[in-house]
Antibody
């Protein structure tokens, strides 16, 4: 089974850029027809799909975040990353990375990491 | 894209069956067979319970089943157990090649 672990700063200042990395073990980010996905959950609220990078390197993003989001992969480190620019308090959330064999079915999840946006 | 509509809460007694609905539009739930359901316990990552409307991943109890009619998908949990108490989320592929989640339904086992 694939294991995923998010890492990155737990606190980001407003207007700055949030950067998170997901380290993958038990699988490869550039093989297997996998969707490597970021999903977030504001405290006490529901899940929001951020986007994915497909094993081939193609990406797709939530239209509401598209102008601020980039998802990329580093195959040498078997990691994929999320950057979200110009953050505000509304971006405070637990951020999950996940893997799925289909776009709508992430089956392996990281434990999640809380990122707070505050000065 | 608008979130899919789920009831905020449902409840049932041990041994009973409950269903949770997930309503969308022709651009998401009604247009594709790519609806998934997730179970989330407090403080934990979501767990995939159903994918592609009615398929169960390996290891998920057969007490969990999914279906779809028109613009509404449903998750049914039979023979309710205390451990089923959690929040459940649906999602669907959309015509914009994106993914949208429902707002979540808190299941209380009485």
């Amino acid at each position: 089974q694939v294991q995923l672990q998010e890492s990155g700063p737990g606190l980001v200042k407003p207007s700055e850029t949030l950067s998170l990395t997901c380290t993958v073990s038990g699988g490869s980010v550039n093989s297997g027809s996998n969707y490597w996905t970021w999903i977030r959950q504001p405290p006490g609220k529901g899940l929001e799909w951020i986007g994915y990078i497909y094993y081939s390197g193609s990406t797709n993003y939530n239209p509401s975040l598209k102008s601020r989001v980039t998802i990329s992969a580093d195959t040498s480190k078997n990691q994929f990353s999320l950057t979200l620019s110009s953050v505000t308090a509304a971006d405070t959330a637990v951020y999950y990375c996940a893997r799925g064999g289909g776009m709508s079915r992430p089956s392996d999840w990281g434990q999640g990491t809380l990122v707070s946006v505050s000065s | 894209q608008s979130a899919l509509t789920q009831p905020a809460s449902v409840s049932g007694s041990p041994g009973q069956s409950i269903s949770i609905s997930c309503t969308g539009t022709s651009s998401d739930v009604g247009g594709y067979e790519h609806v998934s359901w997730f179970q989330q316990h407090p403080g934990k990552a979501p767990k995939l319970m159903i994918y592609d409307v009615s398929n169960r991943p390996s290891g998920v109890s057969n007490r969990f089943s999914g279906s779809k009619s028109g613009y509404t998908a449903s998750l049914t949990i039979s023979r309710l157990q205390a451990e089923d108490e959690a929040t459940y989320y649906c999602n669907s592929y959309t015509s914009g090649f994106t993914l949208v989640f429902g707002g979540g339904t808190k299941l209380t086992v009485l």
